[in-house]
């Protein structure tokens, strides 16, 4: 069944460090690819998607390529900010979407 | 705020009791899902809507959680004689689905209903 692993947190970073957090997939057909982020309370936003294969899905800063050969879709920004801090979910879709269970990210002033 | 509406945000019941939630989606939006999320972990599935259309329900859900979307609107989440194991956020989310777009639209969450079974 469709499936996804990310990294686990937390991860631990100085405000302009650079920010790689892993996910790796398993699928069934062909599907989209999406990082949501979450803040302390609230519900899932979404941060970036990629629908294809070596698709380059960007916002805000953070990207993520869509790697079909290595079934990965690893989420990574140059410079973090102290605000970047919350919990980042990867999931993929077919019908419905699947989660993994979220990296929590704490950037340091 | 035209976004994904969810009621109550927070909602403490004793164990036995029964509970209703309720989800307005995004107004133009076809598809409705359901997820739970418990403490560091991601959404798990519950169900989904296509319009009024129940289309999946997970297997991991047992008979006492229903959920209906009579008119392809809102939807409510009922969860009947409620258990601690039930405690955790419930999130709505909603998407656009059209000829040619499946499995590619994002979907846009609410903030969640939080329950607690004391």
């Known amino acids: 069944g469709d499936s996804v692993t990310q990294m686990e947190g937390p991860v631990t970073l100085s405000e302009e460090a650079f920010l790689t957090i892993n996910c790796t997939y398993t699928?069934?057909?062909?599907?989209?690819l999406f990082w949501y982020v979450q803040y302390p309370g609230e519900g899932l936003q979404l941060l970036l998607k990629?629908?294809?294969?070596?698709d380059k899905g960007s916002n805000k800063g953070f990207e993520a390529t869509y790697r079909k050969e290595t079934t990965s879709f690893h989420l990574e920004k140059g410079s973090v900010q102290v605000s970047d801090s919350a919990v980042y979910f990867c999931?993929?879709?077919?019908?419905?979407?699947?989660f993994g269970s979220g990296t929590k990210l704490n950037v340091k002033p | 705020d035209t976004g994904v509406s969810q009621n109550p945000r927070h909602k403490i019941t004793k164990r036995g009791q029964n509970v209703t939630f309720r989800c307005d989606p995004i107004?133009?939006?076809?598809?409705l899902y359901w997820y739970r999320q418990t403490l560091g972990q991601g959404p798990e599935f519950l169900t989904y809507?296509?319009?009024?259309?129940?289309?999946?329900k997970s297997r991991l859900l047992s008979d006492r959680f229903s959920a209906e979307r009579p008119k392809g609107s809102f939807s409510t989440l009922e969860i009947q004689r409620t258990e601690q194991g039930d405690s955790a956020m419930y999130l709505c989310?909603?998407?656009?689905?059209?000829?040619?777009?499946?499995?590619?639209?994002?979907?846009?969450f609410g903030q969640g209903t939080r329950l607690t079974v004391v």
């Open positions: 989310a909603s998407s656009l689905e059209y000829a040619g777009s499946f499995g590619r639209t994002e979907a846009f």
């Open positions: 699928a069934t057909g062909y599907p989209s």
């Open positions: 990629a629908t294809k294969a070596d």
């Open positions: 999931a993929l879709r077919e019908e419905k979407f699947y």
């Open positions: 107004s133009e939006h076809n598809r």
């Open positions: 809507f296509q319009n009024e259309a129940q289309l999946e």
